[in-house]
């Protein structure tokens, strides 16, 4: 199910309306002044005549070998923006501005066919080299840069070079301190050598094709959210919560009249976005698989009538978090199923 009900009325309103009916232009979104940040970013590191074109689309990403940037059409309107915050979590401005300057990356890899030179092949590796949603990556390697959550420049070639470039790009990264002595560190110097090279010359492929477009987006607001919905239920539909949980925090019968609690639901709640946050970065397990074990846990303590006692809380939240960590670890090790085994009869 997606839970549109969580989004605010006025957003809800906008579920039947048609994307290309809304009237999204990028020059008069929300996220307009991020764009020219980007390209302020881009001037700054002396790339004077690198500017892809950026774009309202379906999701985050460049076509293949186009030298353009496809943005959220949630992005484009504050009150679809919280369709998609109360569905997945709306990108913040860190985040967005992290997005700009990887999918920077590929745009200006393709715009100067930087992938088909020897030098991009021995650093990189294979630019034709299969991509899997699934992929191994170990943790913690010091021969990538670490930018977007789940260790995704380890994914493919490209996004390894789509990281180096963002987190090079990153006027806050302080690169040259943080990656001194990983094997990232050549990329990155690669990169900065390369900047200096084109920072004057014109992109071999400067006009790129753009995928679809909010103006050729037919589908509902309802239809594209329920298109991307990833329903993630079959992976934690059988998951026994509750013998783990009432360990965590107090069932009503166990409570004391001279402490104070508040309902475990609310401090879950408070911080899901966080938790979310931290287990995906430090996982790599899937942002969608993480969010739907962190909301299952905040319904099931609610349906527990289960209370964090005020004086432990902190140390409540660290057990949990340590707990849905070790869940999502089963899950990506592969080692056991994330459901519990049916026993049988």
């Known amino acids: 199910m997606v839970p549109f009900e969580k989004a605010p009325p006025e957003a809800r309103q906008l579920l039947t309306v048609p994307i290309r009916d809304l009237g999204l232009s990028l020059e008069r979104s929300p996220v307009a002044p991020l764009v020219r940040r980007l390209y302020g970013e881009l001037d700054a590191k002396g790339l004077h005549r690198f500017r892809p ?9 460049c076509p293949s070998e186009e030298p353009v940037i496809g943005i959220p059409f949630y992005l484009g309107d504050s009150r679809v923006a919280r369709i998609e915050e109360a569905i997945n979590d709306v990108e913040d401005e860190n985040e967005i501005m992290m997005y700009l300057r990887h999918e920077a990356g590929h745009a200006i890899n393709y715009a100067y066919e930087l992938f088909r030179t020897d030098e991009w092949h021995e650093l990189f590796g294979s630019f034709r080299r299969p991509y899997r949603n699934d992929f191994p990556f170990v943790p913690f390697s010091r021969d990538h840069v670490r930018h977007i959550a789940g260790w995704y420049a ?35 110097l690669y990169v900065e050598r390369l900047a200096r ?13 753009t995928d679809i477009t909010v103006d050729e987006m037919e ?86 009538d289960l209370a964090a006692e005020t004086q432990r809380s902190r140390m409540e939240m660290v057990e949990l978090t340590v707990y849905l960590t070790a869940l999502a670890m089963t899950f990506l090790t592969g080692k056991k199923p994330l459901r519990h085994p049916k026993v049988a009869p």
Request: proline share 5%.
């Open 53 to 61: 074109l950026c774009y309202l689309s379906d999701e985050w990403g």
């Open 154 to 188: 380890q994914k493919h070639p490209d996004e390894d070079f789509a990281e180096t470039f963002a987190v090079w790009l990153d006027p806050d990264s302080d690169w040259q301190r943080r990656y001194a002595g990983w094997g990232a560190m050549r990329k990155l």
């Open 197 to 209: 090279e084109l920072g004057d010359r014109p992109p071999l492929h400067e006009i790129g094709e």
């Open 219 to 304: 589908q509902t607001v309802e239809e594209m959210f329920r298109k991307q919905h990833v329903d993630e239920s079959p992976h934690i539909g059988s998951l026994a919560l509750d013998a783990d949980l009432t360990d965590i925090f107090i069932e009503p019968q166990r409570r004391r009249a001279e402490r104070g609690y508040r309902p475990a639901s609310d401090l879950v709640a408070e911080h899901r976005r966080d938790l979310v946050d931290k287990i995906n970065e430090w996982t790599g397990v899937r942002r969608t698989l993480v969010r739907a074990l962190v909301t299952a846990v905040e319904q099931r303590v609610a349906e527990l």
